[in-house]
Every structure is written in C-alpha cells, then in structure tokens.
T-cell receptor, first 113, second 113 residues
Framework: DVKVTQSSRYLVKRTGEKVFLECVQDMDHENMFWYRQDPGLGLRLIYFSYDVKMKEKGDIPEGYSVSREKKERFSLILESASTNQTSMYLC????????????FGPGTRLLVL | GDSVTQMEGPVTLSEEAFLTINCTYTATGYPSLFWYVQYPGEGLQLLLKATKADDKGSNKGFEATYRKETTSFHLEKGSVQVSDSAVYFCALLTQGGSEKLVFGKGTKLTVNP
C-alpha cells in the first residue's frame, strides 16, 4: 500500500513565524503535491513537483515556498505565517504523468494566531 | 480553464436510501475523472475513477459513468450506510504539459440510521 505521511496532524503557530510542513511518501513516486483545503472552496493546489529539486507553482502559491531535496520528501514552507493561512494542508503523491491516481496524506491542520 | 462543478451539500439521507451526487466538468479534450472521499478527520482516498468516455468506475457499491455528451460523472449508490457519511470530491486530471487534479468544492453526506 502507498503511504503518504505528514509530520504533524495539528500545528499552532504565531503570526510571522516560519513554518515547515513535511511530507514523505514511500512508493518512489515522481510527483508530489501540496494543497490547502478550506470550507466551501474545496482543495486548491499550492505547489507541485515532478522531480527532485524541481517545483512548479499551482493556483495559489503566494506566501508559500517548497523544497524537494530528496525524491521521497516534499516540504511546504510558510516564510512568515499569517492568519489567512490557517487551513488544512494536504500532501499527495503519484507516479509520473499519465492519468495516475494521487495518494493523499492525512493532512495537517494549521492554526495561525 | 478546466473546472469541476458538483452539487452543493450538505446531503442528508436515511440508511438504505439511494444516493446521487451530480458532477459536471469543463475541460479541453477528455480528461481522466475521479471521485475521492474524505472520512472525518482523515485525508482523501480515491473512491473510483474513469479514464475515457463511457467507462464506468465502481468501488464499495458506488458507481459513476464518464458521459462525454453531457460532460458529467455523477456518483451513485443504491443503498447508503451510516459508514458512508463523508465528504465526496469530484475531480479531473488536466491534460497536456503539467498534469494536475482540479477538484470540485466537495459534497458533505450524512447518513442517519
């Protein structure tokens, strides 16, 4: 079974802090994705990566950056957290392009005070 | 751009009732279509998918048929159970260049005993 794990289930941070959200997958998937999920808005893509050290902006990249130094790990960074970044963050991974299924982690619920 | 529209919830049913959640899409070409489910406190799981017109995806008693003519992928189940209570997301995989999932806003289903 594919396993995608996220470093924290719940996180509370203060405005202005630098926040790291970590995601690890164990199935040697090339693609990794970060989404945020908000009520009434569904899932929105923040960043994605098709290979190590490679990244592409999604639909809402502002205020975020990412890092992919190893194939299995994809980090989401909030350079200076703000209250409007309070959300559920979901990581996903999939095999190389071609209609493949994305597998999701359990999510990190982030509260920025 | 590509988009997915699914019926707004919440939907409340009694056990053994028939379920339909409507989903229509706008896209270039013929994208792969997916239904994901999110149980309380968890990440998203793939429920079913279809990769070409007239394909029927099915899993756990749920079904959806890829209808090219009506650009639809409605989710159905003949007899729902309390354990089906969850949020359901319809999604398409964009084609050409960077393949990304585009999600609907989600439909919350509650099944009462």
């Amino acid at each position: 079974d594919v396993k995608v794990t996220q470093s924290s289930r719940y996180l509370v941070k203060r405005t202005g802090e630098k926040v790291f959200l970590e995601c690890v997958q164990d199935m040697d998937h090339e693609n990794m994705f970060w989404y945020r999920q908000d009520p009434g808005l569904g899932l929105r893509l923040i960043y994605f990566s098709y290979d190590v050290k490679m990244k592409e902006k999604g639909d809402i990249p502002e205020g975020y950056s990412v890092s992919r130094e190893k194939k299995e790990r994809f980090s989401l960074i909030l350079e200076s957290a703000s209250t409007n970044q309070t959300s559920m963050y979901l990581c996903a991974s999939s095999l190389i392009a071609g209609g493949e299924t994305q597998y999701f982690g359990p999510g990190t619920r982030l509260l920025v005070l | 751009g590509d988009s997915v529209t699914q019926m707004e919830g919440p939907v409340t049913l009694s056990e053994e009732a028939f379920l339909t959640i409507n989903c229509t899409y706008t896209a270039t070409g013929y994208p792969s279509l997916f239904w994901y489910v999110q149980y309380p406190g968890e990440g998203l799981q793939l429920l079913l998918k279809a990769t070409k017109a007239d394909d029927k995806g099915s899993n756990k008693g749920f079904e959806a048929t890829y209808r090219k003519e009506t650009t639809s992928f409605h989710l159905e189940k003949g007899s729902v159970q309390v354990s089906d209570s969850a949020v359901y997301f319809c999604a398409l995989l964009t084609q050409g260049g960077s393949e990304k999932l585009v999600f609907g806003k989600g439909t919350k289903l509650t099944v009462n005993p």
